[in-house]
């Protein structure tokens, strides 16, 4: 065979072979949507939220919460109705599974302050937290108002039953993470190989110096600090 029927060859195999895989891989697709969507037509509920806690329309979960012990839901950020489907979720999984964290696509430093608003009750807490949030989509009415409503929800239950939230997320504003850290300063003196680095955050707090760059700066002496490194 000539060299020359060979690179044709070669192409030819090599054109078909693109093909194949484009044909496949658009096959593929087109089964994944199609099974996901025959699934999903399967198994769905309605959800009326009336303020009715009977928990009816989350019936088709039911089956699920005896083999699982973490329970995650999607949202839409901006989404109004989000604030309504978390309350309604905490509330149904805290009464069939007793759930006793709550997860959230917050900050340290924000579930902080709101497992503090939890224990006390005291709204200042949440408007200055709500303050440093402003222009976030984290910051609504409903949002907002749906942490008054975790708050009476969770006021009600015994001491040993009480929710947690756990903040999974990176720290975004830099005042709300500083506030935190100033807030667990400990009342007795400091040990000494730390004393330095907290009379420092002290003095800027203090005196209402913290700005992005301060923050910036003082996570990485404190990085340096506890790792011995750059």
Not at 33 to 51: A, C, F, M, P, T
Not at 168 to 181: G, P, S, Y
Request: include cysteine.
């Amino acid at each position: 065979m000539s060299k020359i029927n060979v690179k044709l060859l070669n192409k030819i195999i090599i054109i078909n072979l693109f093909i194949i895989i484009i044909f496949t891989s658009c096959n593929f697709e087109e089964s994944t949507e199609q099974h996901i969507d025959k699934y999903l037509s399967r198994n769905y509920s309605k959800l009326v939220l009336d303020g009715n806690d009977d928990f009816s329309y989350f019936k088709l979960l039911d089956k699920d919460l005896k083999r699982n012990e973490v329970f995650l839901t999607g949202e839409i950020h901006g989404t109004t109705m989000n604030t309504e489907l978390e309350l309604s979720f905490l509330k149904y999984l805290k009464e069939k599974a007793n759930i006793k964290y709550y997860l959230s696509e917050l900050s340290y430093s924000d579930a902080y302050f709101l497992n503090k608003y939890l224990d006390t009750g005291d709204e200042n807490i949440l408007k200055e937290l709500f303050e440093e949030l402003k222009d976030t989509p984290g910051c609504t009415k409903e949002t907002y108002n749906k942490w008054i409503k975790v708050y009476e929800f969770n006021k009600a239950l015994p001491n040993d039953k009480k929710i947690k939230v756990i903040g999974i997320d990176i720290e975004h504003q830099e005042n709300i993470a500083i506030h935190c850290m100033y807030s667990l300063i400990p009342k007795n003196e400091s040990p000494k190989k730390i004393r330095p680095l907290i009379k420092k955050l002290q003095d800027v707090y203090e005196n209402n110096g913290v700005t992005a760059k301060f923050a910036k700066d003082f996570s990485l002496d404190l990085k340096k600090d506890i790792y011995g490194c750059n």
